[in-house]
């Protein structure tokens, strides 16, 4: 089995992060749960997890101030995703709101920091 490299890595964390910004409260319903509960479930999991976060700080491609963030918006997520919600309660709840800024301030600091990617 093929370790992937860090440019897939960062390209894949960096992917996490937009399954879960602002822009799926706008996706029809169908896609905002699959979105979330398929795509950045699996995704937070892998990429947002301590493992991959520390392969991308050691490699330079994440600062502290990020693996934080990753790790906040991890807790978050399975926080929320253990619970029942209607797609409206996603769009409009302050928790969903929360998780959904801080995914979208975290994007904006991994695209400032490599904006050609890893």
Known sequence: M?????????DLYVDTLERCSSIVR??????L??????????????????????????AGVIDD????RSKEIRRRWIALECQKWTTEQIRC???WDALFTLCDS?????TKRNPNGA
């Open 65 to 68: 101030a990020m693996v934080e």
């Open 26 to 31: 706008s996706l029809p319903d169908e896609e």
């Open 2 to 10: 093929t370790e992937i490299t860090m440019r897939e890595l960062y």
């Open 106 to 110: 975290l994007r904006l600091m991994a």
């Open 93 to 95: 709840d302050s928790e």
């Open 33 to 58: 749960l699959c979105n979330l509960f398929e795509e950045f479930d699996v995704q937070a999991r892998s990429y947002l997890h301590e493992v991959s976060l520390t392969k991308l700080h050691d």
